[in-house]
């Protein structure tokens, strides 16, 4: 009921279309309203129906009655005699407004029915005036399912989980307690067409009266810009006809616009106001805007066209062309469209008359008065506050909804209500019902979304493009709370429409003192996240200040992991992990858009660990940082940075700079200026001020004794990047003031202000290589002569090449000429040997020039022409640099291997080094829980023993399968995406498996890509064995020597197989205590026998014969088996002591010798 006030305070300046506009409305309501259920009631029931209470509310000014118990119908019958019907609520006031009036006053509660119902098309729920339904308030499981349950009501009490003051959906006469029914006065809805100003209308093909010699035509109209021509409605071809000419009315008379009378006052913009111009022919014309004169029409101009101009579009097409148009000019010229809102259009004179006040608010048809049919191409249905005319359909969380129709030029409303804390919600919308060869060029959809209000093409928070066809899908990161509005119209029919959306909660994070807190500029060292753990690190950072930029970054040790960053609640992070960085563009920055309110979180995507998240211009609060990885990192610093919301953003607080001395960091963003100044001494022979460090995007402004703006300034950088200079000569003494701002950001950059050397320019004629974002400046030349520069690709070509010229003083023109681009032996080259044109210009006022190249290769030759004397002249070029397409001069030269080294892991050793990040508790084993993620049968698979946990030796028998081995081995190599290897790079490789690589070169070629790995793969036969790893036969629990296949048992537990021990029964330490005590005594022995010898012969000689029997016999002892190892050098003799008879088991030769 509000909206239609909009208007209604200006139209007692053409009463006699209001009161005829009532008249139709409240017929027209009392048919849709009334009929249907009238004839359920007597007459004497409706009569017993008393108004038991009435009030005003303060927030609308609007008066309601409180009727006493009866059903639905009888209630609203009694609503429109009362000259109201049952009350709209419009929003969340209004209905608390009328619980708390009528539901529960007087310590007495009631049920109370309200003007919606679904009666005439189940779900389709409509309000008794025809106000669009949009404000809902319904109970728990509401509304319900019943066939009969069409009329809405405001519960009073409790119902089950239905709690007061919701609303829930009953039979018209429910008889198991009374319901109260509350009217609201006023007028039914009004309704109004908006035109787009491109190519909305509405065509009328009827007979329409002759108007003789007066005529008459009158509008409403609400426009958001008067600029240009509107036509509000001509006849025919070049007819008479009504428009806004820059606001002024202005009257067709003829084909000439420009000899077309004038008003002499114009309308004003987003306002309703009522136009009107009569016209006599003999008497001549007025111009009435909301009925007050606005100027005279001379009897001369006071013509009244007939339409039939025969301009060459009507003459050539052959059509009759005598059609009424609206919103448009007339059929001689597809132009001048109306551009804002229209409604009650009247054309006629005493006699006769045609009203066109769209009542119907909906459909792609109208009627006026006469019943003459005028459709509509385009133009939308709205409030006369420019709200869309539309049922709104509320979209569930997660759920799919489909069979949505509507005519050419109607429209589709849809809400989400999205809670607090939703970090991310997306929309998905498709139809594909149309003939696409046909139809998909013409086809033009609007879709158009808002927060907390319906969304038109002139008030929304966002657009939505479509692809393909009706296909919708965007996502929009970290939503405010509130609901949603999703408007969608066509220029054809949508049929079909499928719709989904969906919103995630974020998770409740984890208690602070189970996160590391980062302050400001200390590092936390050593952060690892273990492969395939699908664990986290959390961060936290509580600010207490305003921040210009909160920044974390992380570096160091090997691996990959990501760094993301949200305000007040865990950052949405997506499960990307299964692709390879391959995949991605290196990437920092918020997934989606936020729409309301400034940005809070952040991501960064790069490969390696050198991740930076920023949040600009950041609140108080806490900030949650998470570091994730999906193939692990190691060893990771991580660190955040606090650049304090700078005092400098006035010129009153600007901020001197002493010479030489850097200013910093700052940060800034869109929107944040920081003033400087220095003052400049006489005879200082050159003023520089340098932007250094830092990343992002900055502009620099300076100006004498005033302050810079972005508009008016004395000197100013244009470079790209965060790092711009400006310095010129002979700087005029003074306070020299600087302003530092961005259109984007820039972060942690230092400001410096020096004086110099005077700088002279010398020049040589010869051209100067430029090379990409490196800044050459201080140029200076006079009038007419030509500065030469030049880029050389080399073999790389560049797209998005851009240079610029900035600073100083003087005027310049900028050229530059690339080469021809040879496209000829490229397989996908374009029609023709050249891509684009060759040569560029840019010569507007001034010093600031911009040449963009799309694509170039080869040479770019640069000219800088002084128009006049230039000085101070900075250029830059910038590009992005890629490989040339199409094959070089000559066959391509072989490429390098990937390199073989430590970084190359065996399968058993690669197997090692997981196997300690998947043994999450660290007790040598894997349980099903810590790994497996519930997946019992690929456990079992592995779990040999079935003792319900997984060792290492398992997991290689699972990992080091013939198979697996090629797949694990080659992924630890980079090939720089050629994925493809030499056979004497693959056998150069230490294998577990036995693999024939001639084999695995299916096509012969020498080299073994991917796919001949994969098919050999499939029918390889694994030869490693990790249970019996020297394939002797014996399992490794079995086998005494598990890694020497010639020994696996050792009998007397020496260490030395059976198969070389020299007595396998006895212990070789026992042997070799005893051949050494054998060996003392008879060295011992010997001595004497020598000393002997010397004082008789022949005892001498028998001795010296037992001594040779003694070495024979212990020769023969010593063969029995292998001879130990020789000794290199003799140990010195030990003292052992007293004889002992039995050596401990546990004491070896080793011993003996330590």
């Known amino acids: 009921m509000r909206n239609s006030s909009v208007r ?59 009727l006493s118990a009866s059903s639905w119908s009888d209630a609203a019958s009694v609503a429109r005699s009362l000259g109201g019907f049952l009350v709209t609520i419009d929003d969340a006031d209004e209905d608390q407004w009328i619980f708390d009036t009528f539901a529960v006053n007087n310590e007495t509660t009631r049920h109370l029915w309200i003007g919606l119902s679904d009666y005439q098309n189940e779900g389709d729920y409509r309000w008794h ?89 009158e509008a409403w109209v609400n426009v958001a810009d008067t600029d240009g021509i509107q036509f509000i409605t001509m006849f025919g071809d070049y007819g008479w006809g009504l428009y806004l000419n820059d606001g002024y ?25 009522h136009i009107k111009v009569v016209v006599n022919t003999e008497t001549g014309g007025e111009f009435f805007i909301d009925n007050s004169s606005v100027g005279l029409i001379d009897v001369n101009d006071s013509q009244i066209p007939s339409g039939d101009f025969g301009s060459n579009d009507c003459f050539q097409s052959g059509e009759d062309c005598d059609e009424l148009f609206i919103g448009r000019m007339g059929a001689g010229c597809d132009c001048n469209y109306f551009r804002g809102m229209m409604d009650d259009v009247r054309i006629g004179n005493s006699l006769n008359e045609s009203l066109w006040m769209f009542t119907e608010g909906e459909g792609e048809s109208t009627e006026d008065s006469q019943g003459l049919v005028g459709i509509i191409h385009g133009a939308a249905w709205v409030m006369p506050d420019g709200t869309i005319i539309a049922q709104a359909f509320e979209l569930e969380n997660g759920e799919y909804y489909d069979g949505f129709n509507a005519n050419a030029g109607d429209t589709l409303l849809f809400f989400m209500e999205i809670p607090e804390n939703t970090q991310f919600a997306s929309l998905n919308m498709y139809s594909w019902d149309f003939e696409f060869e046909e139809e998909y060029e013409e086809i033009e959809y609007e879709i158009y979304l808002a927060k907390d209000r319906i969304p038109s093409a002139w008030d929304h928070d966002y657009e939505v493009e479509t692809y393909y066809g009706l296909y919708v899908y965007e996502y929009f990161e970290w939503p405010e709370e509130g609901t949603y509005w999703i408007t969608i119209s066509s220029n054809y029919d949508i049929e079909e429409l499928e719709v989904n959306a969906y919103w995630e909660e974020a998770p409740e994070p984890p208690e602070l003192d189970e996160m590391t807190e980062l302050n400001d500029g200390i590092a936390v060292t050593g952060q690892r996240i273990t492969r395939d753990s699908s664990k986290s690190l959390y961060f936290y950072v509580e600010l207490e200040d305003e921040l210009a930029e909160l920044r974390v970054k992380t570096w160091g040790g090997p691996g990959d992991c990501e760094l993301h960053i949200a305000l007040d609640a865990l950052p949405y992070t997506d499960d990307w992990g299964w692709i390879e960085d391959g995949w991605f563009e290196e990437s920092s920055g918020s997934n989606g858009r936020q729409i309301g309110g400034q940005q809070t979180s952040d991501h960064s995507y790069n490969s390696g660990n ?57 940060s800034g963003f869109d929107g944040l200026d920081q003033f400087f100044y220095i003052d400049v001494p006489v005879g200082t022979e050159r003023l520089e001020v340098d932007l250094n460090n830092g990343d992002g995007e900055a502009k620099l402004m300076m100006r004498l004794d005033q302050v810079p703006t972005w508009s008016t300034y004395d000197k100013h950088s244009n470079a790209p990047g965060a790092g711009d200079k400006l310095g010129f000569n002979d700087p005029t003494p003074g306070r020299w003031y600087i302003l530092l701002g961005s259109e984007e950001y820039y972060s942690r950059i230092d400001i410096t202000a020096s004086f110099e050397d005077r700088y002279v320019w010398t020049y040589d004629g010869e051209p100067i290589q430029l090379f990409n974002e490196e800044e050459i400046g201080g140029m200076s030349a006079p009038e007419d002569e030509e ?20 600073g100083g003083e003087g005027d310049l023109g900028l050229s530059a000429e690339t080469e021809e681009f040879d496209w000829e032996d490229s397989e996908e080259r374009p029609m023709g040997r050249q891509f684009g044109e060759t040569e560029f210009e840019s010569d507007w006022s001034g010093a600031d020039e911009e040449i963009y190249i799309f694509f170039a290769s080869g040479r770019i030759d640069i000219t800088i022409y002084a128009n006049t004397e230039i000085e101070d002249i900075s250029i830059v ?30 399968c058993d050793e690669y197997v090692k080094v997981i196997f300690e990040d998947l043994d999450l508790n660290g007790d040598g084993d894997i349980s099903s829980d810590e790994s497996f993620d519930g997946d019992d049968n690929e456990f079992d698979e592995i779990d040999i023993n079935k003792d319900g946990v997984i060792d290492k030796t398992e997991a290689i028998v699972a990992i080091c399968t013939c198979e697996n081995e090629l ?161 290199d050098s003799v140990p010195p003799a030990l003292d052992l002591g007293p004889p002992v008879e039995n050596v401990p088991e546990d004491m070896t030769v080793s011993d003996l010798y330590d």
């Open 8 to 66: 209604l305070n200006n139209k007692f300046l053409c009463q006699p279309i209001v009161n005829r506009k009532a008249i139709l409305l409240t017929a027209l309501m009392l048919l849709v309203s009334a009929s249907p259920f009238v004839t359920t009631s007597s007459a004497n029931e409706v009569q017993e129906i008393e108004v038991l209470d009435t009030a005003i509310n303060p927030g609308n000014n609007h008066t309601y009655h409180l």
């Open 129 to 217: 005036d025809g106000t669009p339904f949009t404000y809902r308030n319904w109970g728990d499981g509401q509304p319900g399912s019943g066939d009969d349950e069409d009329y809405v009501h405001i519960t009073g009490t409790n119902m089950g989980s239905i709690e007061p003051a919701s609303w829930n959906d009953l039979e018209d006469d429910p008889q198991y307690f009374p319901v109260y029914g509350v009217v609201e006065i006023g007028d039914g809805a009004d309704y109004a067409l908006r035109f787009d100003g491109d190519d909305d209308h509405i065509t009328i093909d009827e007979d329409f009266p002759d108007w003789g010699n007066s005529l008459e035509i």
């Open 249 to 273: 009315l202005a009257y067709s008379n003829e084909y000439s616009l420009s000899r077309n009378p004038i008003s002499n006052i114009s309308i004003q913009e987003n306002v309703w106001t």
């Open 610 to 666: 050198d991740e930076t998240v920023q949040i600009f211009d950041a609140q108080p609060g806490i900030y949650y940082i998470m570091m994730t990885s999906y193939s692990g990192c190691r060893d990771v610093t991580i660190q955040a940075d606090f650049t304090y919301a700078p005092n400098n953003v006035d010129p009153e607080s600007a901020i001197e700079l002493t010479d030489g001395i850097s200013y910093g960091p700052l």
């Open 787 to 806: 500065l030469y520069f030049f880029i050389d690709l080399g073999d790389s070509s560049a797209m998005d090449l851009t240079i610029k010229t900035w």
């Open 877 to 906: 070029a910038k590009w992005d640099e890629i490989d040339e397409p199409g094959p070089g001069p000559g066959p391509d030269p072989p490429s390098p291997e990937p390199p073989i080294g430590d970084d190359i892991l065996s």
């Open 967 to 1127: 797949y694990v081995t080659l992924e630890q190599i980079n090939t720089d995406d050629r994925g493809e290897f030499s056979i004497e790079f693959l056998s150069s490789i230490a294998w577990k498996n036995e693999y024939d690589f001639f084999e695995m070169d299916s096509n012969n070629n020498m080299r073994v890509d991917y796919d001949e790995v994969e098919e050999y793969g499939e029918n390889c036969v694994t030869t490693y064995d990790p249970l019996d790893r020297d394939g002797d036969g014996t399992p490794n629990d079995k086998d005494a020597f598990p890694d020497d296949p010639n020994e696996d048992k050792d009998t007397d537990g020496d260490g030395v197989g059976d198969n070389a021990d020299i007595i396998a029964s006895v212990d070789n330490d026992v042997i070799w205590v005893s051949a050494s005590i054998l060996g003392l005594v008879l060295a011992t022995f010997l001595g004497i026998m020598f000393v002997r010898s010397r004082r008789g012969p022949e005892y001498a000689w028998e001795e010296y014969q037992k001594d040779r029997m003694s070495e024979s016999m212990l020769a023969g002892m010593v063969n029995s088996g292998d001879m130990p190892p020789s000794q």
